[in-house]
């Protein structure tokens, strides 16, 4: 099962709600990330957890906070978006992001949109 | 600065042509790994790659891994509408000692029929 699971895979939020994606893996991968990939750009990394520890913020604004409640679960908690937030939302996982050989395996993403 | 480079960024060809998709960086990966991506979807892993001179084959897909690891290449052989797609490289890199999982720029091809 190399399989990554986020929900919801649209969503549509005002400037003021908040909101949260969520990330499920099953694969006993103890690294988790989420990316944000405008249209025809590549996915830019924004956070990174290993062993249920953020490990990596890529100065991303406050509006947009991570949790990990354990191993299997990423979420993405959203507060006050802006319009230019609106993208789609990746969730990956790996092994361990220290291992040389890391592949990540990434879910089928969030369309967000901030109105 | 981007840490690996793509190139074509776009191409579009008829089906049954032969193409070759570029990744270069300036620093050595241990290992680069090829993605496709389809439009609202995420990206799928293709292969990964690990020895320096490396080949690896997925049916017409043929992907190398430079002699350095500093680069690797997709050729794709008599091309089909279903490979059209965002071709992305990717790796593990070690920036101020944390590693970093980056993307490379991307390459957007179209088959058409």
């Known amino acids: 099962d190399t399989e990554v699971t986020q929900t919801p895979k649209h969503l549509v939020m005002g400037m003021t709600n908040k909101k949260s994606l969520k990330c499920e893996q099953h694969?006993?991968?103890?690294?988790m990330y989420w990316y944000k990939q405008k249209a025809k750009k590549p996915p830019e990394l924004m956070f990174v957890?290993?062993?249920?520890?953020?490990?990596i913020n890529e100065s991303v604004p406050s509006r947009f906070s991570p949790e990990c409640p354990n191993s299997s679960l990423l979420n993405l908690h959203l507060h006050a978006l802006q319009p230019e937030d609106s993208a789609l939302y990746l969730c990956?996982?790996?092994?361990?992001?220290?291992?040389?050989?890391?592949?990540?395996?990434f879910g089928q993403g969030t369309r967000l949109t901030v109105v | 600065t981007q840490l690996l480079e793509q190139s074509p960024q776009f191409l579009s060809i008829q089906e049954g042509e032969n193409l070759t998709v570029y990744c270069n960086s300036s620093?050595?990966?241990?290992?680069l790994q090829w993605y496709r991506q389809e439009p609202g979807e995420g990206p799928v892993l293709l292969v990964t790659?690990?020895?320096?001179?490396e080949v690896k084959k997925l049916k017409r897909l043929t992907f190398q891994f430079g002699d350095a690891r500093k680069d690797s290449s997709l050729h794709i052989t008599a091309a089909q509408p279903g490979d059209t797609g965002l071709y992305l490289c990717?790796?593990?890199?070690?920036?101020?000692?944390?590693?970093?999982?980056?993307f490379g720029t991307g390459t957007r091809l179209k088959v058409l029929a």
């Open positions: 694969m006993g991968h103890r690294a």
């Open positions: 990717a790796g593990a890199h070690l920036t101020s000692g944390t590693y970093k999982y980056i």
């Open positions: 620093s050595v990966f241990s290992s």
């Open positions: 957890y290993s062993y249920e520890k953020l490990s």
């Open positions: 990956a996982s790996s092994q361990d992001w220290k291992r040389l050989n890391t592949e990540a395996f």
């Open positions: 790659v690990v020895t320096g001179g």
